[in-house]
């Protein structure tokens, strides 16, 4: 029988999920996996849960390679710069490690990159020629910079410098949770970053992603921008899909 599903797995600051994701339909074969996140969340401790959840899908996922997100840069498989995780990832050669624990190849990504490819490959850009930009509004802001469908990696936007703040120490949703702003005091500090955003990049299209997404209604339609805003349409499966995608077409 021939196996078409490819693990994803999405390595977050509470748990780490995981499912097999079929690439024909792009969603998942299985229902996901989810075990909280070690803490502290160092670099092996993180790699014996993510063997446990290919333990778990092992029969679905024959010998194929498996893909794995990161809150953080990754260049060559090296963790670079680690602004919400432990700060042991730093300079750590990541996807060997997992790889060597797993005995299969790895591919490892920024989360929000994952996301960006999700959503152009299968989601609500997908199809779309021109530049896309997709961020998360999480714990930080991530971002996703994909041209013609393929991703320019780690482009991290949540870590503009904008009217003297990192930028999403100003605007990610955790903020608006930790000061406990309405989203009507919500919009326009996402006004801003937008705005300081689109004049960087022109996109054709911003994709907005993260748990916020599922609230859209209440805060992309006040925005005022020369780009067309759109909730991304994969939500919480979107970092699976693309880091699975990923996995099977490396670059
Ligand atoms: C990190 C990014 C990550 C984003 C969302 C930022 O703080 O620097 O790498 O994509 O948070 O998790």
Not at 50 to 74: E, K, M, Q
Not at 143 to 158: M, Q, W
Request: no cysteine; glycine share 10%; charged share 20%.
């Amino acid at each position: 029988m021939q196996n078409t599903a490819v693990l994803g797995i999405d390595i977050g600051g509470s748990g780490i999920k995981g499912a097999p994701v079929d690439l024909i339909a792009g969603d998942f074969a299985a229902d996901r996996l989810r075990i909280p996140t070690p803490q502290p969340s160092t670099p092996q401790a993180v790699a014996d849960v993510v063997a446990r959840i290919v333990d778990h899908f092992a029969d679905l996922i024959g010998d194929s390679p498996v893909g794995i997100t990161i809150p953080a840069v990754v260049t060559h498989g090296v963790v670079r710069l680690a602004a919400n995780i432990d700060p042991s990832w730093v300079g750590t050669q990541a996807a060997d490690l997992f790889a060597q624990r797993l005995g299969r190849p790895v591919v490892l990504v920024n989360d929000a990159d994952a996301a960006g490819v999700a959503e152009a490959k299968f989601g609500v850009a997908k199809g779309n020629d021109g530049i896309v930009l997709l961020t998360t509004l999480g714990t930080g802001i991530g971002s996703a910079l994909i041209h013609h469908g393929v991703l320019v990696p780690n482009t991290e936007l949540g870590h503009l410098e904008i009217d003297g703040y990192d930028a999403e120490k100003r605007a990610a949703a955790s903020i608006r949770t930790a000061e406990n702003l309405s989203y009507a005091e919500y919009v326009p500090r996402l006004q801003r970053y937008y705005e300081v955003v689109e004049k960087l990049f022109w996109p054709d299209l911003f994709v907005v992603g993260g748990g916020v997404s599922k609230d859209a209604d209440k805060f992309l339609p006040y925005l005022k921008l020369q780009t067309p805003i759109v909730p991304a349409a994969l939500r919480n499966r979107a970092g699976i899909i693309g880091a699975a995608w990923l996995a099977a077409n490396p670059s």
